[in-house]
């Protein structure tokens, strides 16, 4: 009975020391995070206080947020995880406090608030990119290097996290917020987008297209900023992380283009979309230019003449991966040209696709050759095949002749029945000319043969040597002395 007795006195003083807080076994942190007074008071002894004048309690919310704010921009060294890490954990849990903070918002953001939360975003994520080695061979243009991940991820996701429901928040006013993500955060919020962590990248791409729908007044200098990143990797620095994201926000920015197309966006596309065809890597970002492309050509069908003209000008040479990609390009490209802009640039198009028939590897020669399976480009050949079928016969006769790969010239000869199907009198002209060609092209190699044979005959009796006597003849005889005079 004393025991229980006892047990109750002992259960009684620990509930009027902990003042009703909670369990026997909670032990307060050693530094407690910053309650706002509403806080204080409700966890804690009852507030007894006068109730608060007209706008005290919005002054103690925006107070108590700029409280966390200032917790949450000390920025940390995360290179070495174990230190600093119960200051770290404190720091992630205020963050997610704010997050939850944001999500949960029912009255407006202050100015006040909102320059807060810009200043966090600074402060965390504007910073110089952790090293990364790098091996020292090159990647091929469609292997992307191995991924990298920052060691600050697990901080710098919750950040993000918080950006994301700042921008999308509608408690947040984007003519106040406007004057701090002005063009200068913009700027560095661009930069980050040569982060070599994909993770960061992907959520970036989120952020920046929320912004370009919110912050209307901010467009054209985003697109004149992206423009000039495009600018700097196709002419200057020839690497940058994240051209395919910034490619994937621009996809959906120019589906919402109103018709018809403004000259900026026209320009847009001719400087800085169809470089993008010049760099080595264009494979690790190609889709994504495709579909920027083809978003065009839907917006104003005119623009496919200048899309094809622009590809012919960066077609690689030396590049058989690429060229592949083009010719893929190439066929969604014609997918979507109507017959006026397809007459306008058939001549040299066929010209470089009988370049690519005839080439020695045959992964370029049979995509070339596929093109004639696409119904819609087929059939605008075969109503200009007039012009095209002279262009390409003399490269499908080459490939049945001589082309080492026997898919090629099964492909080959497939091609060559459709143009014989379609117009036989015209094959058989093409034919012909082709037979004359060859003739005269024959005739002319064996001239230019007797020609450097006659030249390096000639040459070689024009450079034999002479013999000749070169010692000095002795005077004859019966020739008399001839003493000097004196005078």
């Given at each position: 009975?004393?025991?229980?007795?006892?047990?109750?006195?002992?259960?009684?003083?620990?509930?009027?020391?902990?003042?009703?807080?909670?369990?026997?076994?909670?032990?307060?942190?050693?530094?407690?995070?910053?309650?706002?007074?509403?806080?204080?008071?409700?966890?804690?002894?009852?507030?007894?206080?006068?109730?608060?004048?007209?706008?005290?309690?919005?002054r103690?919310?925006?107070?108590?947020?700029?409280?966390?704010?200032?917790?949450?921009?000390?920025?940390?060294?995360?290179?070495?995880?174990?230190?600093?890490?119960?200051?770290?954990?404190?720091?992630?849990?205020?963050?997610?406090?704010?997050?939850?903070?944001?999500?949960?918002?029912?009255?407006?953001?202050?100015?006040?608030?909102?320059?807060?939360?810009?200043?966090?975003?600074?402060?965390?994520?504007f910073?110089?990119?952790?090293?990364?080695?790098?091996?020292?061979?090159?990647?091929?243009?469609?292997?992307?290097?191995?991924?990298?991940?920052?060691?600050?991820?697990?901080?710098?996701?919750?950040?993000?996290?918080?950006?994301?429901?700042?921008?999308?928040?509608?408690?947040?006013?984007?003519?106040?917020?406007?004057k701090?993500?002005?063009?200068?955060?913009?700027?560095?919020?661009?930069?980050?987008?040569?982060?070599?962590?994909?993770?960061?990248?992907?959520?970036l791409?989120?952020?920046?297209?929320?912004?370009?729908?919110?912050?209307?007044?901010?467009?054209?200098?985003?697109?004149?900023?992206?423009?000039?990143?495009?600018?700097?990797?196709v002419?200057?620095?020839?690497?940058?992380?994240?051209?395919?994201?910034l490619?994937?926000?621009?996809?959906?920015?120019?589906?919402g283009?109103?018709?018809?197309?403004?000259?900026?966006?026209?320009?847009?596309?001719?400087?800085?979309?169809?470089?993008?065809?010049?760099?080595?890597?264009v494979?690790?970002?190609?889709?994504q230019?495709?579909?920027?492309?083809?978003?065009?050509?839907?917006?104003?069908?005119?623009?496919?003449?200048?899309?094809?003209?622009?590809?012919?000008?960066?077609w690689?040479v030396?590049?058989?991966?690429?060229?592949v990609?083009?010719?893929g390009?190439?066929?969604?490209?014609?997918?979507?040209?109507?017959?006026?802009?397809?007459?306008?640039?058939?001549?040299?198009?066929?010209?470089?696709?009988?370049?690519?028939?005839?080439?020695?590897?045959?992964?370029?020669?049979?995509?070339?050759?596929?093109?004639?399976n696409?119904?819609?480009?087929?059939d605008?050949?075969?109503?200009?095949?007039?012009?095209?079928?002279?262009?390409?016969?003399?490269?499908?006769?080459?490939?049945?002749?001589?082309?080492?790969?026997?898919?090629v010239?099964?492909?080959?000869?497939?091609?060559?029945?459709?143009?014989?199907?379609?117009?036989?009198?015209?094959?058989?002209?093409?034919?012909?000319?082709?037979?004359?060609?060859?003739?005269?092209?024959?005739?002319?190699?064996?001239?230019?043969?007797?020609m450097?044979?006659?030249?390096?005959?000639?040459?070689?009796?024009?450079?034999?040597?002479?013999?000749?006597?070169?010692?000095?003849?002795?005077?004859?005889?019966?020739?008399?002395?001839?003493?000097?005079t004196?005078?």
């Amino acid at each position: 009975m004393w025991k229980q007795f006892i047990g109750k006195l002992s259960w009684k003083s620990l509930k009027s020391s902990s003042g009703g807080g909670g369990g026997g076994g909670f032990s307060p942190p050693a530094k407690p995070l910053p309650l706002s007074p509403r806080e204080n008071g409700a966890a804690g002894k009852p507030n007894v206080s006068p109730p608060p004048p007209a706008g005290a309690e919005g002054r103690s919310r925006e107070d108590a947020f700029v409280q966390k704010v200032n917790i949450c921009c000390v920025v940390f060294d995360f290179s070495d995880r174990g230190k600093d890490s119960a200051e770290k954990e404190r720091k992630r849990q205020v963050l997610m406090s704010l997050v939850d903070c944001i999500g949960a918002a029912e009255e407006p953001f202050t100015e006040a608030m909102m320059s807060a939360c810009v200043r966090i975003f600074a402060v965390n994520l504007f910073r110089v990119f952790p090293p990364k080695v790098r091996s020292g061979t090159a990647a091929s243009e469609t292997e992307e290097d191995e991924p990298f991940f920052d060691p600050s991820w697990y901080h710098l996701q919750v950040v993000y996290e918080l950006f994301l429901r700042f921008v999308t928040s509608p408690m947040v006013d984007a003519k106040v917020a406007r004057k701090y993500v002005d063009s200068s955060f913009i700027s560095r919020l661009l930069d980050l987008f040569d982060s070599d962590d994909p993770r960061e990248r992907d959520c970036l791409k989120t952020i920046l297209h929320r912004i370009y729908g919110k912050f209307m007044g901010n467009r054209p200098f985003i697109r004149k900023a992206v423009s000039n990143i495009f600018y700097r990797f196709v002419f200057e620095t020839d690497h940058h992380n994240g051209i395919a994201e910034l490619l994937e926000v621009f996809g959906s920015v120019i589906s919402g283009f109103a018709k018809p197309l403004k000259e900026e966006h026209k320009l847009f596309l001719w400087k800085a979309l169809i470089p993008l065809h010049k760099p080595k890597m264009v494979g690790v970002y190609l889709p994504q230019l495709t579909y920027c492309i083809t978003q065009f050509i839907e917006k104003e069908t005119k623009l496919a003449g200048t899309v094809i003209r622009g590809l012919l000008k960066y077609w690689p040479v030396t590049n058989s991966q690429k060229e592949v990609m083009f010719l893929g390009e190439l066929e969604e490209v014609l997918e979507l040209t109507d017959m006026a802009e397809f007459q306008k640039c058939m001549v040299p198009l066929f010209r470089r696709v009988a370049n690519c028939l005839n080439s020695s590897h045959f992964q370029v020669a049979e995509r070339a050759l596929f093109l004639w399976n696409n119904e819609h480009l087929f059939d605008m050949i075969s109503q200009n095949r007039q012009v095209i079928l002279p262009i390409i016969y003399p490269a499908l006769e080459r490939n049945t002749r001589w082309h080492w790969n026997q898919s090629v010239l099964n492909v080959t000869l497939n091609v060559r029945k459709m143009f014989l199907d379609m117009d036989e009198r015209l094959l058989q002209t093409c034919q012909n000319n082709f037979q004359d060609e060859e003739e005269k092209r024959a005739a002319n190699e064996e001239r230019r043969r007797l020609m450097w044979e006659q030249l390096e005959r000639n040459a070689a009796a024009a450079f034999q040597p002479v013999i000749t006597d070169t010692s000095f003849p002795a005077p004859p005889s019966s020739a008399p002395l001839v003493a000097p005079t004196v005078t």
